[in-house]
């Protein structure tokens, strides 16, 4: 055997060492930080020693019949992008430019140059929610206006700690589900599109399952917003399993805190591991996964069961309930679908 075959043969017995908030430096992150999904090419085979073996055909494709080219899913990471007709800012009463005044003037002279806590003239074009903000990284809030944005995240039951003048990594982690939960861009900062719909109290977007969690078979349907995994077969509904998805955390190794985004797209399950390996976080810490990406599982988190919301996973989808995380994993089979938003 030449020395480029054993070699070959080597790599090939490497197990496998992706995990939540990893990147492999064979493959470069998109634009979420994320890998993307490894639906384009021809995933490597489980190993001998994986406790689970499931199909490897997806439970969509009856027999070998080819799938329609319309009804093709387009798959891969699908970044927020800003709207392309933004709407104006929502006017506010009297009553909500005082209760948000601290965060109204604070934010709005960053993000507009204009006092969005004075009602528009009619001489002064109304700005527009961009949404896109210069900055994306995380932004401390601090001072009045971090007391009141928790204070309204608390009332919301998106934050359940004693509303303070900072945002830690609670409030920062309940201000990236709201934003989630209201369509805007989630930066985890109180920007003045955030600001404003807390102000306005926007309503949450729709409940009803989005068409991409309607396809034939088995599709895990992760909605970031209401932290919740719905278990669809066949376009209906069979379990709905509290999640907890990426946000405000600190890298295992390097201690630096950053957000740990949970891409949103569509995947598809490409591997299952009972209790995979890992670089990162230790063997063990990962148990029952279902891999859909080289960066993102579902898999059960003791630490999710134990703290809850306060804190958020690095970019895979926990579990804390060890008795879904199982059923998730036997009943989920490879090629499987999972959509993520």
Known sequence: MNIAKKLSVALAAVPLLAACGTTPPAQAPNAEGHLAAPASVTPAPASSSATTAAPTASPSSPGNAAPTPS????FGVRPWQP?????????????????????????????????????????????????ASKKTSTKKTTGTCAKVVQTELKALSFYHGTPRSRNGTAAINALLRYQYSRDLQPTGSANQATVYALASNQPARSAALPEECKADGVVLCVDQGAQQLRYVKDGKVVKTI??????????????????????????????KRVSPT??????????????????????YSSDFANAGYAGSSHGCVNVGSYKSARWIYKNTPIGSQVYIY
């Open 71 to 74: 009804a093709t899913p387009s």
């Open 83 to 131: 709207p392309a007709n933004p709407a104006p800012l929502p006017v506010l009463t009297a009553e909500q430019q005082a209760t948000f005044a601290p965060c109204l003037a604070k934010f709005a002279a960053a993000d507009t140059g204009t006092d969005a806590s004075k009602p528009a003239s009619p001489s002064t074009p109304t700005p527009t929610v961009t949404q």
């Open 242 to 271: 509290k999640v907890r998805t990426g946000g405000y955390n600190s890298h295992p190794k390097t201690h630096k805190w950053r957000l740990f985004r949970t891409a949103n797209g569509l995947y598809k399950v490409y591997k």
């Open 278 to 299: 890992s670089d990162n976080y230790g063997d063990g810490s990962m148990p029952l996964s279902v891999i859909f990406d080289p960066n993102m599982y579902v898999h």
